[in-house]
């Protein structure tokens, strides 16, 4: 975990991955639910869904598409392209009475954290999300600066010689998890450092998460 750190410049080959509560909570991505005004469809939904209709208007304020609505679920498209329960909505770790939403643009939170750190760590900003067709949450990255994103290995051969067609390794998402391993939700750890990361690490920020998002057009099963 990341302990206090001494000002010393971060190695080379590392990762700081922080938790997107934090980060919204600092740029007062907050929403106190006591002041929502909610809308005649958010008042529909929330009787659907057996949701708080407050919460859902907050839901929908972060949400372009809503994907499904039902077994008490929203599934929504954010401004970001993030295909995730919610719009990433949340009440876990706030005060009563409150709700976090996502950072406007994670992408660009983790630049700015990273030019803030001594020695230029690469910084991912993560957040749980959950996976089609499977039980259980895991950690993705909504924000990546000095990290390759993806490892796209489309063109390279197997080990039989056979070249590779769909293989895109979301590097990101791997260390995103791979720092979730280590904390608690309830643990107030907001940030883990990953190590060994060679050549992952870039000296330039890169574009970012932006790069893990699959564009709609290109989504088979979300329409």
Known sequence: MLAAHDGAPF???????V???VVSKAEGALVELARVEVSERAATLAVELDKDPRLVQVVLDGTREIIRARRGVLICRTPHGFVCANAGVDRSNVAEGWA???????DGSARRLRAALPGRPAVVIADSFGRAWRHGQAEVAIGCA???AVADERGTGDRHGRELQATVIAVADHVASAADLVRRKASGQPAVLVGGLGALVTADDGPGAATLVRAAAEDLFGA
């Open 100 to 106: 976090v939403t996502l950072p406007v643009d994670p």
């Open 11 to 17: 190695p080379a080959d590392a990762c700081v991955v």
């Open 146 to 148: 000095g990290l390759r």
């Open 19 to 21: 938790s997107h509560k």
